[in-house]
């Protein structure tokens, strides 16, 4: 048998260091945070950048350039909804990640919108609620990358990342959110995604939430570049990093 401490330096020279660290998975459960536009949402484009599901109000689409200029970003919710799978994590722990993620989200969406704390006109309200979280089992994880006949765990990892797209013993989260005119309360973009680990390694492999951040980060850029889009003010909008 391969020792541990030899199978790990061999999978830390086996894996592509060059992945991004997160990836959209496959599919999404939808675990009731907005469960009244679940009828009207469908598949998004994923070489769009857009989330597993989506809502988009068509009355966006007829919108003139600016229509708004200010955000009033809710705290963000850990929904423990009847199908919620976040059993066995602290609400410390799930209150720090809602914290750290209104913190990502407030710092890219500040950087093109006034952000208030009330409603009023010209103003987009955002709310945003992590569904489910579950972290990633560091060792287990670097181990399952070494190819078999070197590693047992190998086999078992390739059918699980074939079957559902997220690799074995990696992190993941499920975010739902929408977008509303905050004065008449209308809906006019929703959103469902689900962001999985890959087999990347840098500094923060062995941290048993990166995955999570890593997909919180993701997120808060992207909408970023969604609204910036939306907004039709400026041709540059920065992409978010992989």
């Known amino acids: 048998m391969i020792p541990l401490q030899r199978v790990v330096l061999i999978a830390m020279v086996l894996l592509f260091t060059g992945c991004p ?114 972290e990633s089992w560091p060792m287990l994880d670097v181990v399952s990358a070494v190819p078999a006949p070197m590693n047992a765990l190998a086999a078992g990892s390739v059918l699980k990342t074939a079957a559902t797209g997220k690799p074995a013993f990696t992190g993941e989260a499920v975010i739902e959110a929408k977008v509303s005119d905050a004065a008449t309360g209308e809906v006019l973009r929703g959103i469902v995604d689900r962001r999985v680990g890959t087999k990347k390694l840098d500094a923060d492999s062995f941290n048993t939430w990166a995955d999570v951040y890593e997909s919180l980060r993701y997120w808060a850029e992207n909408g970023r570049y969604s609204l910036c889009k939306a907004r039709q003010v400026q041709t540059d909008c920065p992409k978010p990093r992989a």
């Open 21 to 134: 660290a997160t990836k959209q998975a496959r599919t999404v459960e939808r675990l009731g945070f907005l469960k009244d536009l679940y009828p009207v949402m469908t598949e998004g484009n994923e070489s769009a950048g857009e989330s597993l599901l989506i809502y988009k109000n068509p009355k966006v689409a007829l919108l003139p350039p600016n229509s708004y200029t200010k955000i009033l970003l809710d705290p963000v919710l850990i929904f423990r909804g009847p199908e919620s799978k976040m059993h066995g994590i602290s609400q410390s722990q799930t209150q720090l990640l809602a914290d750290t993620f209104y913190a990502l989200i407030y710092q890219e969406l500040s950087k093109d919108f006034e952000m208030v704390d009330k409603p009023g006109p010209k103003t987009l309200r955002v709310q945003v609620a992590m569904t489910h979280l579950e």
